[in-house]
């Protein structure tokens, strides 16, 4: 199953596509005025949670660039619909946000009843960074590399575990996809989240796990798990010696899949409001030190226009839709 890329769109050019001049919009000069009181940036998940870090990282130099403070709000809960149906209900005014991941895209495959559509009722506003996923396994276990990873799962026929974050979380479907793949079979066992199935992974209750880089990253640099492969299409910086999927022949050539992160806004939000909220974001993603300091949490900055987000949003839906739907992953 191929991927397309994650959108790798120079972030630097956003505020020139959209027309927008970056100082300007600071200062609520040219384009339209800013509004009087603080944007709300509703978090899908739990505070200190990478995703939450990454937000706040954010928040702080968007709020510069616009000349308005952000406040972060965290409201955490199924698999980030609680914030999503709550922003997608707010005052499509620009001052409410929602910031999210790539599970609001395997959500309205995965819950039969929802609140909310995300491709109707919320309206893209930028991506902002993405982070790959890591096969890793208990230290315990013999693989040391994809090739010895296939060949131990295979020759178990079935008898090992893996954990994730839940049901259709984007642990449990990487996981699932590579098995398929090497047509291979394990147990999978479904946690509360995906610390504590890598948690478990790494105390040996089970075998092998997929998480994003930027959760792992400690627990590999301390040894407790060891790190089989990456899930983008080229290695990550964070782990140089770690090969890809693709090219371990873990998932099909060209495979390139990993947890993103972006900006949203209830649908009907004018599209000046969204230009500039995503200018915002362009100038916030231009920054060294912040570009620095996502790269340090294992989140590569992405950007893009508006209008590349929801194109790539329609592509996500699309594609998870299959892979939950051949699963036969269901959540309620």
Not at 28 to 49: D, N, S, T
Not at 68 to 97: F, W, Y
Request: charged share 15%; proline share 8%; hydrophobic share 45%.
């Amino acid at each position: 199953m191929r991927r397309r890329p994650l959108l790798a769109l120079g972030a630097g050019t956003l505020g020139a596509g959209l027309g927008l001049g970056r100082g300007a919009q600071a200062q609520g000069g040219a384009g339209p005025a800013a509004p009087a009181r603080p944007i709300r940036l509703v978090v899908a998940f739990p505070p200190g949670g990478p995703t939450d870090v990454v937000a706040r990282i954010l928040a702080e130099r968007m709020g510069r660039a616009l000349g308005q403070p952000i406040v972060v709000e965290n409201r955490g809960g199924a698999n980030g619909n609680i914030a999503a149906e709550a922003v997608s209900k707010a005052d499509p005014d620009g001052t409410t946000l929602l910031y999210n991941t790539s599970s609001i895209a395997i959500s309205r495959a995965l819950y039969r009843k929802l609140a909310y559509d995300v491709l109707q009722d919320l309206t893209p506003v930028a991506l902002t960074a993405a982070s790959p996923l890591a096969l890793v396994v208990n230290p315990a276990m013999p693989p040391r590399d994809p090739a010895g990873f296939i060949a131990w799962v295979k020759a178990e026929g079935g008898r090992l575990s893996y954990s994730s974050g839940g049901v259709g979380n984007i642990s449990h479907l990487v996981s699932y996809l590579l098995l398929r793949h090497i047509g291979a079979e394990a147990v999978h066992v479904p946690y509360r989240g995906t610390a504590a199935a890598l948690t478990d992974t790494a105390a040996g209750n089970v075998q092998f796990t997929c998480d994003t880089v930027v959760t792992a990253l400690p627990l590999i640099q301390d040894g407790r798990v060891r790190a089989i492969a990456v899930s983008s299409a080229q290695r990550t910086p964070l782990l140089p010696d770690v090969p890809t999927m693709s090219e371990s022949g873990l998932t099909p050539a060209g495979f390139d899949l990993g947890a993103w992160q972006g900006i949203m806004a209830p649908a009907r939000t004018p599209p000046e409001a969204v230009a500039r909220l995503n200018a915002a974001v362009a100038a916030t993603l231009d920054d060294p030190e912040v570009r620095a300091r996502l790269m340090q949490q294992g989140a590569r900055p992405t950007g893009g226009s508006a209008a590349d987000f929801a194109r790539y949003l329609g592509r996500e839906v699309e594609f998870w839709t299959r892979v939950v739907k051949e699963s036969g992953a269901t959540a309620e």
